[in-house]
T-cell receptor, first 113, second 114 residues
């Protein structure tokens, strides 16, 4: 699976948009980009995923560049409860591949009042 | 069904003892995963079940570790002869067969070996 690079930490003001970048320059054509977050003392929580089109759900938006070498997770109106570690993961499909998620270090997002 | 359930939430054991953790996945999910997470690190994959079949095991899963998923429902993870290095959060996750869904993780079992 392609490796991802994320900033170690970021701050965001409450009520503002949080934009979390992820670099995945070695991504393959059939690999998806997934985002999870982990709030302190809890298990990771799925946020969103995409292949090449931008995606939006009730939690966030995912913007993937045209060359697919990077992406940005956008939390449109960050709240204090969005303080967490955010993981960007590239994952290839296929039953035989195991589909396991490979987590990196993630970005620690601190939302401040 | 309220999600993935893991028991116990916390376990303190003496070095050399055996411990067993249980995971109850979301009932309609065929796939079940075990991960381990140490302080300040992201979760690391341990093993994966498709129904009752254990299909992949990480090299992190030493001979002291064994996992089962009888009848494709709940799963257990046993660690024999625990060592201090086994201290970690053990996370279980489940997912449907479709690739278009993310995993649902439980809250984990925190193991402390003293």
């Amino acid at each position: 699976d392609a490796k991802t690079t994320q900033p170690t930490s970021m701050d965001c003001a409450e009520g503002r948009a949080a934009n979390l970048p992820c670099n995945h320059s070695t991504i393959s054509g059939n690999e998806y980009v997934y985002w999870y977050r982990q709030i302190h003392s809890q298990g990771p929580q799925y946020i969103i995923h995409g292949l090449k089109n931008n995606e939006t759900n009730e939690m966030a938006s995912l913007i993937i560049t045209e060359d697919r070498k990077s992406s940005t997770l956008i939390l449109p109106h960050a709240t204090l409860r969005d303080t967490a570690v955010y993981y960007c993961i590239v994952r290839r499909p296929g039953y035989n591949a195991g589909n396991m998620l490979t987590f990196g270090g993630g970005t620690r997002l601190m939302v401040k009042p | 069904d309220t999600g993935v359930s893991q028991n116990p939430r916390h376990k303190i054991t003496k070095r050399g003892q055996n411990v067993t953790f249980r995971c109850d996945p979301i009932s309609e999910h065929n796939r079940l995963y075990w991960y381990r997470q140490t302080l300040g690190q992201g979760p690391e994959f341990l093993t994966y079940f498709q129904n009752e079949a254990q299909l992949e095991k990480s090299r992190l899963l030493s001979d002291r570790f064994s996992a089962e998923r009888p009848k494709g429902s709940f799963s257990t993870l046993e660690i024999q002869r625990t060592e201090q290095g086994d201290s970690a959060m053990y996370l279980c996750a489940s997912s449907p067969d479709s690739f278009n869904y993310g995993y649902t993780f439980g809250s984990g079992t925190r193991l402390t070996v003293v």
